[in-house]
Nanobody, 127 residues
Framework: QVHVVESGGGLVQAGDSLRLSCAAS????????MGWFRQAPGKEREFVAA????????FYADSVKGRFTISRVTAENTVALQMNSLKPEDTAVYSC????????????????????WGQGTQVTVSS
């Protein structure tokens, strides 16, 4: 089975930066795409960013475009989310996910395209 583990969350002030890491492991693991989602208290889970594994193509939600950067280390099945200029509105539990299957079209923002999910890491941004 594939295991996904996030780390790097914490408490920061508005304007600060955080870097989240996500490691996917498991025998015969092969990921077509990996992404980040977040969920704030009382809110539905929303797409944040994703990366197509083979090509390195990246995709972002409008709310984080220009502030967040997703990257990968292919040999380690690891992705990172660099978050700059953080806002209180970014406060949420951030979860990493891997598709586990071929991706196509607008797969990146669709939670149904992801088969494996991490436990989540808390990001809190104070005013």
């Amino acid at each position: 089975q594939v295991h996904v583990v996030e780390s790097g969350g914490g408490l920061v002030q508005a304007g600060d930066s955080l870097r989240l890491s996500c490691a996917a492991s498991g025998r015969t693991f092969s990921s077509y795409g990996m992404g980040w989602f977040r969920q704030a208290p009382g809110k539905e889970r929303e797409f944040v960013a994703a990366i197509r594994w083979r090509t390195g193509s990246t995709f972002y939600a409008d709310s984080v475009k220009g502030r967040f950067t997703i990257s990968r280390v292919t040999a380690e099945n690891t992705v990172a989310l660099q978050m700059n200029s953080l806002k209180p509105e970014d406060t949420a539990v951030y979860s990493c996910a891997a598709t586990g299957s071929l991706v196509y079209g607008s797969w990146y923002g669709n939670a149904e395209a992801y088969s494996y999910w991490g436990q989540g890491t808390q990001v809190t941004v104070s005013s």
